[in-house]
C-alpha cells in the first residue's frame, strides 16, 4: 500500500475544485498527510499572421494579484482542517505546472477535479485533467464537479 504523505490538489476556483479540496482533505486526515492547494494562471497573448498581442503590465499584474487572492482565500478557508494545507502560485501553463509542482514537493498523490466537459465546450476548453491524468509520473485521483 503506498504511503500518502503529501497531496497536490490544482484549484481554478471552481465548485469542482473546492470538492477536489475538501476530497483531499477528508483523505488526508485519515492518512497523516499534508494537502497543498495550488493555481496557475497564464498572461494572454494572442498570436495573429503579422504579429502578437501582448498583455500590457497593469494587466498582467492584475491576473497575477486576482490569482493570489483567490489562493489565498480558498487556503484561508480550510486553515482551521485537521490537516496542514498550504497554497502554491505558479505562471504558466496549468497542466505542465502541475506535473512540475508535484515532482517539487514530492507528492505522492494529485487529487484533481474535473468538470466533465463534452463536444465543443472540451475542444475549445481543452482539459487540464485530462492532460494530468496522461502526462503525470504520480498517481493521480479525479473527483467529478456536480452534474449539470
Known sequence: MADFRS???PTDFTETSDRAIDWAIALAARLGST????HSYEIPIVGFPDGALVATADVAS???????????TVV???QDSPVKVDGILREGVAWEEINHVANEIDADLIVIGTHGRKGLARALLGSVAENVVRTATRPVLTIHGPRG
Open 35 to 38: 494537502v497543498t492547494v495550488m
Open 62 to 72: 492584475r491576473i497575477a494579484d486576482a490569482s493570489r487572492n483567490g489562493l489565498q
Open 76 to 78: 484561508s478557508r480550510r
Open 7 to 9: 497531496i497536490l490538489v
